[in-house]
């Protein structure tokens, strides 16, 4: 008789009870009590994006900026004189006008309920996405931040930084390397002012030089566009050739001494960034940018913002409004801003048809490596004569030898189940828990990978099979660094950071 398969595939401690803490954010935390937040978000952006496609390279930004200074909080939306808004690596942002509109709408659909900072965060993954690059999926439930100083704004990356002192701005907030330059790339779109790098074109170096990283055709072109005598408010495409296209040809332009701002351009002059921006020419890793984004400990949030519980206390029906203290007072407009905000009429945004996204299915490709650790320590037992210890770590061993080579998790565009053989056959019925192997994205809870440079064990609760959660461990008998992005971008992120 076929044994049943769970039992076959690998050890599931679905049984083992340990504690662990919820995770702050999750996808679908809106599934309920709004559960057209996203919906609306998407349409609304889009919307915006038909009449002026260069609001996705705003939202982007908008959500940076927002993240970089004490978490993606919303605190950049907060309007006033000492508000973050108006500190000067701010005064560009544009986009304001998107959140207020997609915000008004679910005021009314559902009020109070989503925070502003879910918003941001949803436009600036839909933003990507329009422009042609990756989508993912945001977890969801950021909490609103009550305060918000421009004097908490000065560790913004400037464009003059030196590649030390990028580094160092991004390594404050957990951001290694590769981050920064997968970050950076966010400059495959939008805009900058010629007074952000004039100086590059005409006096960079004491002799009146131009900057001599740049190649002697874009600065032909670059002196074009912004004339020695102008005031530096033309706007010059941050990737030149492609500003409204997420892709790999920023990484080029780098590569090429075509970067626009001098702190672009410095990725090139550094081996390390050098050569991950090299290798990044070839192609834009999906969930790169949104897991540097959504994994950086301290970019996620701010155990000093609102409680979720509290949220509906303190949300307001235009973001930043309601909730003035006597850290800032609220002005009626972005008045120190180039972009004036508008309400563009709620009743022709419902008609928008909503673009959905079918994801690929995903595989993570087997590896042996626990197994053949597991045999290699069975073998060293028997070698010092211990067979009672031998025979459990082999048997083991070769259990798992034999999963690796048939048990596949399948991601597919709505769950993740697990299948098994070549044609990837169902696995029928969990034999410790009951129910298909089979647990929608948006039924987890948590989960986590241990540990996460060697990762050996896969934990995840979901509410699928029991609403209380079940609890379930799998040996990582797959390519853990492909498991893990298929992790992030379907069930959003973990506690722990990713496998190098
Ligand atoms: C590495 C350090 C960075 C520096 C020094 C920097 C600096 C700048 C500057 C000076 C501009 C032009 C602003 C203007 O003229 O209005 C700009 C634009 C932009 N930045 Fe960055 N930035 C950095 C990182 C990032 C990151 C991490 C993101 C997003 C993930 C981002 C997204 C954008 C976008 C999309 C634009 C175009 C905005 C528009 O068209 O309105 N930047 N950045």
Known sequence: MEIKITLLIIVNFSLILIPVAKSQLQSGFYSSTCP???????????????????????????????????????????????????AVPNLGLRGFEVIDDAKSQLESLCPGVVSCADI???????????????????????????????????????????????????AAKGLDDRDLVTLAGAHTIGQTDCRFFRYRLYNFTTTGNSDPTLSQSTLTDFQKQCPRSSDG????????????????????????????????????????????????????????????????PKLVSNPSREFRSNVRQFQSSFCGKSIATVEFTRTDAYTNHKSIAKITSLFSLGKKKVKTIKRETV??????????????????????????????????????????????????DEALEVKVGEELDESGENVFVGGKNRWKYSSFVNWELWWPNFPILVYFKETQTKPEGQIHFFPVIFNGKQLYDVMVERAGPSKTSGPN
Not at 269 to 279: A, L
Not at 368 to 391: E, K, M, S, T, W
């Open 120 to 170: 941001l965060a949803l436009a600036a993954r839909d933003s990507v996405d329009l422009s042609s690059g990756p989508n993912w999926v945001v977890p969801t439930g950021r909490r609103d931040g009550r305060v918000s100083l421009a004097s908490k704004a000065s560790n913004l990356p400037s464009p003059l930084d030196s590649i030390d002192a990028q580094r160092q701005k991004f």
């Open 363 to 412: 595989i993570p490709d087997p590896d042996y490596r626990i197994p053949i650790v597991l045999l290699g320590f069975a073998g060293g037992l028997v070698y010092g004569d211990n067979l009672l210890a031998a025979a459990p770590v082999g048997l083991l061993g070769l259990l798992l030898l034999f999963q690796t080579t048939r048990v596949r998790f399948v991601f597919d």
């Open 233 to 296: 408010t033309e706007r010059v495409a941050l990737d030149k050739d492609s500003q409204l296209k997420f892709d790999v040809n920023y990484f080029k332009n780098v590569r090429d001494g075509n970067g626009v701002l001098e702190s672009d351009q410095r990725l090139w002059g550094d081996p390390t960034t050098r050569d991950i921006v090299q290798k990044k020419t070839h192609k834009f890793k999906k969930n790169k940018m949104e897991s540097a984004l959504l994994l950086a």
């Open 36 to 86: 057209k937040a996203e919906a609306t978000v998407r349409s609304t952006v889009e919307t915006h994006f038909k009449n002026d496609p260069t609001v996705a390279a705003a939202l982007l930004r908008l959500h940076f900026h927002d993240c970089f200074v004490e978490g993606c909080d919303g605190s950049i939306l907060i309007k006033g004189g000492s508000a973050e808004i108006n």
